[in-house]
C-alpha cells in the first residue's frame, strides 16, 4: 500500500504543470490570448481571428457606379 506522501509525489510527477492565465485579451469578446498566438490590431484594439474577421466582414460595401466611372458629362 502506498504512503500518502507516495501518492503526491506520484500526483506531482504525472500531473502536467497549469498554464498561466495570461493578462492579455481580445478587447471584443474577452477570451484570453497567449504567447505565440496570432492576433490582429485594428482601430486601437486587440482583436483575436474569429473578432478580426467579423469586423472585417462588417466592413464590405458596394462600388457604385458613380464611384467607378465618376459622374457622366
Request: aromatic letters at 16%.
Amino acid at each position: 500500500m502506498m504512503e500518502s506522501w507516495q501518492r503526491d509525489l506520484d500526483k506531482w510527477l504525472t500531473t502536467p504543470p497549469e498554464e498561466p492565465e495570461s493578462r492579455f485579451y481580445c478587447d471584443h469578446c474577452g477570451e484570453p490570448m497567449f504567447p505565440e498566438e496570432k492576433y490582429y490590431k485594428i482601430e486601437d484594439e486587440n482583436l483575436c481571428p474569429d473578432c478580426a474577421r467579423t469586423w472585417l466582414d462588417d466592413q464590405w460595401h458596394f462600388v457604385t457606379e458613380e464611384m467607378a466611372y465618376g459622374e457622366e458629362q
